[in-house]
């Protein structure tokens, strides 16, 4: 490819302790979640070049955590070896004379439960926003990234991660009809996001997350027309609860939220808290540590959320205890993100 005209940027957080997960979907009718965006964040960066003419435009894919680089000559007709990166690129309108090479990378494991393809896809869309007249807003992208997963990909896919990606912080989604929602981000005092952002813990299991035949038995429980869906009343009370405990700065009460949170995905299905998930949330009580909360819909693999007591050395015991469970268990360095979307050119 020629040399770059034209350099963008974008990054979105990926999300974590989403309290209220599973009821942001279509058969939960409404819904409630509270979750909150962290880096490490999906970053994605677009170098553009012209087409020369009577030539096809040349669209070059590089996934670095995949190791994944290749081209695309004219545009995607089928989606091929990312197909979520592939349909992000083929739901945009953009100028046809544009040639360019995506360069896509986020520090989160794939498959932790953190929203990372949600992140990845937000952070996507808004770079190729910049080459188009106009600019989307944050929601607007989010409802993008939702459509590129369940109409462009057919997928089975909530609201909540798209939505924490494109506005960061620590969000509360209200959905009133699937798939639309407000969005609320709690402002807070700083000592209140300091001590949330000392104490919450974030525990890759040491194996992707992927969608299971438990998920499909609890979806099919649940999106029959006459379903017993009273089950997802305890979640969506969960992200009530957890939103009023923050506002207020109550971080035990908090914690109480995110342990009723993971009782409450236990009742849809005991698998959706592991034996390595439980092995984990043993350590922490063992550490003082006031909150847990299995990451995502749960299952094999992904993450925890673990909300720490208040003496750091706790913690650091925790994080060096931890190895000796399992030595793919690990510790992901977190911070809350204050916002969301990012995106910006510079000169090439």
Partial sequence: MERPKRIVHATAPIRICDLGGWTDTWFAGRGAVLNMGVNP???VEIAVTGTP????????????????RYVIEGWPKEYDKHPL???????????GDLSFEVNLFSHAPAGCSTGTSASVSVALLAALD???????????IARLAHRVETEKLGLQCGIQDQL??????????????????SVSQLLLPEATWWELDRRMVLVYLGKS????????????RLEGEDADKSDLDVLRQAAFAGKNAIAQGDLNALGEAMIANTEGQRRLHSSLVSDSA???????????????????AGGEGGSLSLLCGPKNQSKRDFIADLPGLDPAFRYIPTHLSPVGIRRWEVPA
Avoid at 164 to 181: D, K, L, N, R, T
Avoid at 209 to 220: C, D, L, M, Q
């Fill in 41 to 43: 964040h999906a970053e």
């Fill in 53 to 68: 003419p009577g030539k096809e435009r040349t669209i070059v894919i590089h996934a670095a955590n995949f190791g994944d």
């Fill in 85 to 95: 990166l592939e349909a992000c690129i083929d739901i945009m309108e953009l100028p």
């Fill in 130 to 140: 910049m080459l188009t007249p106009g600019r989307l807003t944050p929601y607007e």
């Fill in 164 to 181: 924490s990606a494109a506005y960061g912080g620590v969000c509360f989604i209200e959905m009133f009809h699937y798939p639309h929602a």
């Fill in 209 to 220: 997350h992927t969608s299971s035949n438990v998920h499909g038995r609890v979806i099919e």
């Fill in 278 to 296: 439980q092995q984990i949330i043993d350590l922490a009580k063992h550490h003082g540590c006031c909150g847990w909360k299995v990451n995502g």
